[in-house]
């Protein structure tokens, strides 16, 4: 396990719409230099066919440091990979899906590791009520709750509706708001034009999804 710290870097701590280039190109030129004194020919990503109909900035940047992609290679999608997993008795083949958690803040309002921490706990406390595939948007003093569309009815019930606002409370925010719209991917991108393409840095694929949380990654 290798720690980067791209939240010291003002270019990507700005939270532009291509963030994820700066946190990637920071990521690949540290796994790079683990790759050669490890002896390692390649660094592989995880992107798979799926993720190639989405505007991702890190593309840009995994493209810069020659990194390998085999899921897409194959053209494996989300789901074949899971089945794949499954098959070979992979216990994470069912694991929901984690993207960074800068992503849950509004492009251009900074991001810190604060924010991150909030976000963090807020949605641990999403998981402790059993909730899966939900998001919690960091919208200053508010945590905006994404939820899939099952569990928004759910909400009426008083035991379970005390317990998520609670538990949102205590990650730091004072007012906890359910969306009327359930949880889906790429809501983050409603309020930009993602064929604008931003002053700093590439903007071909100008989104973030994907990436460890608070700057972890592995060397594979």
């Known amino acids: 396990m290798v720690q980067t710290h791209e939240v010291e870097d003002p270019r ?9 280039y700066f946190c990637k190109s920071t990521l690949y030129e540290l796994l790079s230099t683990v790759a050669v004194s490890e002896g390692f020919d390649a660094v592989a990503d995880g992107t798979n066919l799926d993720d190639a109909s989405e505007v991702r900035p890190g593309r840009a940047a995994a493209r810069e440091h020659g990194i390998s992609s085999p899921l897409l ?4 999608r989300k789901g074949d990979v899971r089945q794949l997993s ?4 992979l216990p994470t083949w069912d694991k929901p899906a984690a993207p960074c958690l800068a992503s849950r803040i509004p492009f251009g309002q900074a991001v810190d590791e604060d924010k991150l921490a909030q976000v963090e706990a807020a949605e641990e406390a999403l998981r402790a009520c059993g909730i899966r595939g939900g998001r919690v948007r960091h919208h200053g003093d508010i945590a905006r709750v994404e939820l899939p569309a099952e569990w928004i009815a759910l909400l ?6 005390a317990q998520l606002v609670q538990g949102v409370r205590a990650a730091g925010f004072l007012y906890v708001a359910v969306d009327l719209e359930p949880y889906r991917r790429g809501r ?6 993602a064929a604008t393409p931003s002053a700093a ?14 700057g972890w990654a592995q060397a594979l």
């Open 201 to 214: 840095g590439p903007s071909a694929d100008i989104a973030n999804r994907g990436g460890r949380p608070r």
């Open 12 to 20: 990507y701590a700005s939270n532009p719409v291509n963030r994820c």
């Open 156 to 161: 009426a019930t008083p035991e379970l509706r």
């Open 73 to 76: 290679d194959a053209e494996l």
């Open 86 to 89: 499954r098959l070979m008795g």
């Open 188 to 193: 983050l991108h409603d309020a930009i034009d």
